[in-house]
């Protein structure tokens, strides 16, 4: 493109404009389907519901079976530091387990407290 010449630069762009208008044209349309094949992440706020679903299935995991509780507070540790997650995968293995170990107690204190069988009737 001549530039020093005022009058060669306006000849230039007259002549080239479809050119460039057909060039931005397409580097538009090359930008639109990059950012369509890219969007946006993903959110990263957390969610009550997040934490809280998961919490009352570990919950109700740890009542219904103590040792499959603590397997699943001892999985879901595990993988948050394996995969460095952050800080509600912590708190969320340590309340299952913690869960699981009250149970498990709470079941072989039951159990120790029944009747006792001597293997004597009286």
Do not use: C
Not at 81 to 101: N, S
């Amino acid at each position: 493109m001549p530039y020093k010449d005022l009058e060669r630069k306006k000849e230039w762009e007259r002549i080239h404009r479809a050119e460039r208008l057909a060039r931005r044209r397409e580097l538009r349309g090359i930008a639109a389907a990059q950012q369509a094949t890219r969007p946006d992440a993903t959110r990263t706020e957390h969610s009550v519901a997040g934490f809280l679903i998961p919490l009352a299935a570990g919950g109700a995991l740890a009542a219904y079976n103590p040792k499959l509780g603590m397997v699943a507070g001892g999985a879901t540790l595990t993988i948050a530091a394996i995969f460095k997650k952050g800080w509600a995968w912590w708190a969320l293995g340590l309340v299952i387990l913690a869960l699981a170990l009250f149970f498990y107690w709470n079941k072989q204190n039951a159990e120790g407290l029944g009747p006792r069988k001597t293997g004597e009737d009286i």
